[in-house]
Nanobody, 126 residues
Framework: QVQLVESGGGLVQAGDSLRLSCTVS????????MGWFRHTPGKDRELVAT????????YVVDSVKGRFTIARDNDKNTVYLQMNSLKPEDTAVYYC???????????????????WGRGTQVTVSS
């Protein structure tokens, strides 16, 4: 079975930084576009960032642009979300997901992601 496990969440103050990690078991990682999503109560799960198989292409949403960076290390089967200058509105459960595809492109459509982690809580106090 394919397993995606997020880690690195926690309770921090506004302005702090966190680095989330997602490790992926099996052979799917290097064949997959990866994404980070977040969910808060009362809102749909939303895309935060995505990165192509090789890491050559990446995208972050406007609300986190300039503060968050997505990266991957295919030798470690790990994708990262570096979160700087955190704000209370960043509070959410953060999920990583994998989209197995033949193209070195990002994926922005949530339904295209095949595998999901269980999430890690990020809470930012003011």
């Amino acid at each position: 079975q394919v397993q995606l496990v997020e880690s690195g969440g926690g309770l921090v103050q506004a302005g702090d930084s966190l680095r989330l990690s997602c490790t992926v078991s099996g052979r799917t990682f290097s064949s997959s576009t990866m994404g980070w999503f977040r969910h808060t109560p009362g809102k749909d799960r939303e895309l935060v960032a995505t990165i192509s198989k090789s890491g050559a292409r990446s995208y972050v949403v406007d609300s986190v642009k300039g503060r968050f960076t997505i990266a991957r290390d295919n030798d470690k089967n790990t994708v990262y979300l570096q979160m700087n200058s955190l704000k209370p509105e960043d509070t959410a459960v953060y999920y990583c997901a994998a989209d197995v595809k033949p193209f070195d492109s990002i994926t922005i459509i949530i339904a295209d992601y095949e595998y999901w982690g269980r999430g890690t809580q990020v809470t930012v106090s003011s």
